[in-house]
């Protein structure tokens, strides 16, 4: 008996997660890696080194795969539609990616769907935006429409003359196009995991809350606290709804606003940002639910039965290890240890630089003030926090 073959591109540590699970489920992972020194490298076998752009690189990395899926989004689509073309089965598939790719695609899409969305419009140039500001209290959010990520391609801005520099380089033909959205004056963010195969089976964890510092997920909240029922249902609702209308095969997590009721009623939820593979927002189910975002994704690729998706804890919080002042955060894996025994460590493998996601703690219990605190102070003592 032959082991499936799952193909992954990139080498950051969403694919040095899978293998774990897929050594678990006698997955053989295949990762096409940045460098042989990569996160993803460290731990995988198979690893060859090559670009998510190198047609010749992924289709050697294809070769014999039952599965060919990815832990970014930065694959040029036209390539996967001639993997496509050639039989290779592509997860997901070229169709649904472009909608995590390009943010204008989404957002066009998203509202055929009749999915609650932030006010926002394409910009061809500043008047465009001159435009837009006015409509909306003289303040908008301007993104690139790809590429962006973790805060990055992405302003607040209260004049065209703040963008200049990208509408000069979309002129130019070295940018990408501008979109504007509204400021949204949101309570907080919350975040859903769905998973979904071929077949079309899907599962839903719980809803959770993120919480961002300097536009970079710091912390996760399982499930988000305080929910109100009728908002967690709309926002599962809303998660089904895209897996679905999308056609995603694999993880896809769908990054929310909570946005109080002008009518008082139950918050409401607009979508933010989709990502379609293993996500940050999802890094509790490692420890904290009865099926990993990281086994699903192999699951749902390979279109076996979906896992459990039940939380093993009444909460489970993340805390994410963001820079260190430590040459190496594993220089403190004993003075974690002997400061909580129930956290639960996940390092990268990277080389330290400042605000970089390093790894992340994971810390269940049944008071979630209790789990926080030591999931945020465990978190600290791998940032080499001498105040922790």
Partial sequence: MTAPVVAVVGGGQLARMMAPAATALGVHLRVLV????????????????GSASDEAAITRLADGADALTFE????????LDRLEAAGVAVHPDAAALVHAQDKIVMRTRLAALGVPVPAWAALSNAADLAAFLAEHDGVAVVKTSRGGYDGKGVRVVRAAGEVEDWFAAVADGTGVPLLAEEKVPFTRELAVLVARRPSGEIRTWPVVESVQRDGVCAEVVAPAPGLDPSTRAEALDVATRIAAGLGVTGVLAVELFEVADSAGGPPRVLVNELAMRPHNSGHWTIDGAVTSQFEQHLRAVLDLPLGDTSAR????????VLGSALPDPTDALADVATLDAGAKVHLYGKEVRAGRKLGHVNVSGDDLDDVRRRAVAAAAVLRGDASA
Avoid: R
């Fill in 34 to 49: 940045e460098s042989p020194t990569s996160s993803a490298a460290q731990v995988v076998v198979d690893a060859p080194v």
């Fill in 72 to 79: 970014h989004e930065h694959v040029p689509n036209a390539l």
């Fill in 313 to 320: 804890a009444p909460w489970t919080v993340m805390a994410n």
